[in-house]
C-alpha cells in the first residue's frame, strides 16, 4: 500500500473519531440527575432575532422547561442530536417545553435557513456570538446544551454529544417537578 493511501486513511479515520468525539477538543461531560433546584443558577437571558427575524428572548419561556442547544451546521454530534430535539418539540411542547437552538455559525442565516429547511426543525432558532457564549460560561465546545427548568434557572448543562434517554430522562424530570406555562 502506497505512503499516500495510508495517509488518506489516516485522516478519514481522524475525521471520523473527531466527529464522534465533539467538534472541538475540549472534554465531553454529561450528568444524567438533574441539579439540586436550591443550588440552580439563574439562566442569563438574551434577547436575539430568530430566523423570521422575530425577537426572542429567553425570559419570555420562564414558566416552561427549555432545552437551549448549542450548535453548528458543520458540528457532526450536533446533527445527531437535531432529530432528538425536533421530537422532543413534537411529543413534550404541550407540557410546558420548549427547545432554543443557539447557532453558532459564522456564516450566520446564509448557512443555517437552508439547513434548518433541510433538516425541517420545528423549534425556534437565533445566531449566537462571542457574547452570548461567554454568558453561557464561554461555550468552547460545540454541541453545549443546558436544560433550563420553570423558574428559568440551569439545572443540568451537557458539553458535547449526550444520549437522547439522558436528555429524555432530565426533560421529564424537570416537567413532571411543576405546572404547565402558557409562555411561547
Given at each position: 500500500?502506497?505512503?499516500?493511501?495510508?495517509?488518506?486513511?489516516?485522516?478519514?479515520?481522524a475525521?471520523a473519531?473527531?466527529l464522534?468525539?465533539?467538534?472541538?477538543?475540549?472534554?465531553?461531560?454529561a450528568?444524567?440527575?438533574?441539579?439540586?433546584?436550591?443550588?440552580r443558577?439563574?439562566?442569563?437571558?438574551?434577547?436575539?432575532?430568530?430566523?423570521?427575524?422575530?425577537?426572542?428572548?429567553?425570559?419570555?419561556?420562564?414558566?416552561?422547561?427549555?432545552?437551549?442547544?448549542?450548535?453548528?451546521?458543520?458540528?457532526?454530534?450536533?446533527?445527531?442530536?437535531?432529530?432528538?430535539?425536533?421530537?422532543?418539540?413534537?411529543?413534550?411542547?404541550?407540557?410546558?417545553?420548549?427547545?432554543?437552538?443557539?447557532?453558532?455559525?459564522?456564516?450566520?442565516?446564509?448557512?443555517?435557513?437552508?439547513?434548518?429547511?433541510?433538516?425541517?426543525?420545528?423549534?425556534?432558532?437565533?445566531?449566537?456570538?462571542?457574547?452570548?457564549?461567554?454568558?453561557?460560561?464561554?461555550?468552547?465546545?460545540?454541541?453545549?446544551?443546558?436544560?433550563?427548568?420553570?423558574?428559568?434557572?440551569?439545572?443540568?448543562?451537557?458539553?458535547?454529544?449526550?444520549?437522547k434517554s439522558?436528555?429524555?430522562?432530565?426533560?421529564?424530570?424537570?416537567?413532571?417537578?411543576?405546572?404547565?406555562?402558557?409562555?411561547?
Open positions: 500500500m502506497s505512503s499516500s493511501a495510508i495517509g488518506g486513511r489516516f485522516a478519514t479515520m475525521l473519531i473527531s464522534l468525539v465533539g467538534c472541538s477538543s475540549a472534554p465531553s461531560h450528568r444524567t440527575e438533574l441539579s439540586v433546584a436550591e443550588e443558577k439563574a439562566a442569563p437571558d438574551f434577547s436575539l432575532r430568530d430566523a423570521n427575524g422575530a425577537p426572542l428572548r429567553l425570559s419570555d419561556f420562564k414558566g416552561k422547561v427549555v432545552l437551549l442547544n448549542f450548535w453548528a451546521t458543520w458540528c457532526g454530534p450536533c446533527k445527531i442530536e437535531i432529530p432528538w430535539f425536533i421530537e422532543f418539540e413534537n411529543s413534550y411542547k404541550n407540557r410546558g417545553f420548549a427547545v432554543l437552538g443557539v447557532s453558532m455559525d459564522d456564516d450566520g442565516w446564509r448557512a443555517v435557513k437552508p439547513f434548518l429547511r433541510e433538516k425541517a426543525v420545528n423549534y425556534r432558532v437565533v445566531l449566537g456570538d462571542g457574547p452570548i457564549a461567554k454568558m453561557y460560561g464561554g461555550v468552547e465546545s460545540l454541541p453545549t446544551t443546558f436544560l433550563i427548568d420553570r423558574e428559568g434557572r440551569i439545572a443540568a448543562e451537557h458539553v458535547g454529544l449526550a444520549g439522558t436528555y429524555e430522562g432530565q426533560i421529564l424530570g424537570l416537567l413532571n417537578s411543576g405546572k404547565q406555562a402558557d409562555g411561547p
